[in-house]
Nanobody, 124 residues
Framework: QVQLVESGGGLVQAGGSLRLSCAASGRTFSTYGMGWFRQAPGKEREFVARISWSGGSTYYADSVKGRFTISRDNAENTVYLQMNSLRVEDTAVYYC?????????????????WGQGTQVTVSS
């Protein structure tokens, strides 16, 4: 069992930056791949980024590639999402998720545990 708690969301102007954190409970955190997803009002949840259990492999949605960076600290049981050059269209609730098996890495149904989400609002 893994419990996830996101933090770091807020209101930022377009072009600005935010850093999201996701703190995980449980001694098995380092065995899970971790992902970030987001959901804007009226839209389906979409994949943002994913990092392997070791941190050695990362994968991004095309819409955030070059602007967002996912990282993790297994000693601190935390995964991060550094978001730079934010755009109005990045506005959404951001969720972190834990994935035991490294399949369907960009599909929300491939993830086993979810946090409650943190709101990111980018103003023009």
């Amino acid at each position: 069992q893994v419990q996830l708690v996101e933090s770091g969301g807020g209101l930022v102007q377009a072009g600005g930056s935010l850093r999201l954190s996701c703190a995980a409970s449980g001694r098995t955190f380092s065995t899970y791949g971790m992902g970030w997803f987001r959901q804007a009002p009226g839209k389906e949840r979409e994949f943002v980024a994913r990092i392997s259990w070791s941190g050695g492999s990362t994968y991004y949605a095309d819409s955030v590639k070059g602007r967002f960076t996912i990282s993790r600290d297994n000693a601190e049981n935390t995964v991060y999402l550094q978001m730079n050059s934010l755009r109005v269209e990045d506005t959404a609730v951001y969720y972190c998720a834990a994935q035991k098996d490294p399949f369907r890495v960009s599909d929300s149904q491939g993830y086993d545990y979810w946090g409650q989400g943190t709101q990111v609002t980018v103003s023009s």
